[in-house]
């Protein structure tokens, strides 16, 4: 499923116009960023929890020359889905 099939369906369940169920969309995934741009983490009960996980810097390859090269320490975002969703898609 893409983003457009994804606010379909979304505008569906919720009785949104498309345009609607776009705007909130991209509401969401913006104030997400902000949050976690913070350093917040964001715990929606029942759903998950995004936040920020510091990944080490280390010493790696260029695929290309096979030279080494330095990539730095960096913040990436991720989500983890609450145990009753975990559930919920388990019990299909």
């Known amino acids: 499923m893409n983003k457009q099939q994804f606010i379909k ?3 569906d369940k919720a ?3 498309q345009k609607d169920a776009g705007i909130a969309f991209e509401a969401m995934a ?3 960023a902000e949050v976690l741009k913070t350093g917040e983490k964001i715990q929606i009960a029942g759903f ?3 936040s920020l996980k510091t990944k ?3 010493e790696g390859r260029n695929p290309l020359t ?3 090269i330095f990539v730095e320490a ?3 975002p991720v989500f ?3 145990d009753s969703f975990r559930d919920t898609i388990a019990k299909k």
Do not use: D, S
């Open 48 to 50: 998950g929890t995004f």
């Open 74 to 76: 960096k913040e990436v």
């Open 56 to 58: 080490a810097a280390k």
């Open 9 to 11: 369906a979304f505008a």
């Open 30 to 32: 913006e104030t997400i």
């Open 15 to 17: 009785q949104f116009t």
């Open 80 to 82: 983890k889905f609450g």
């Open 66 to 68: 096979n030279e080494k």
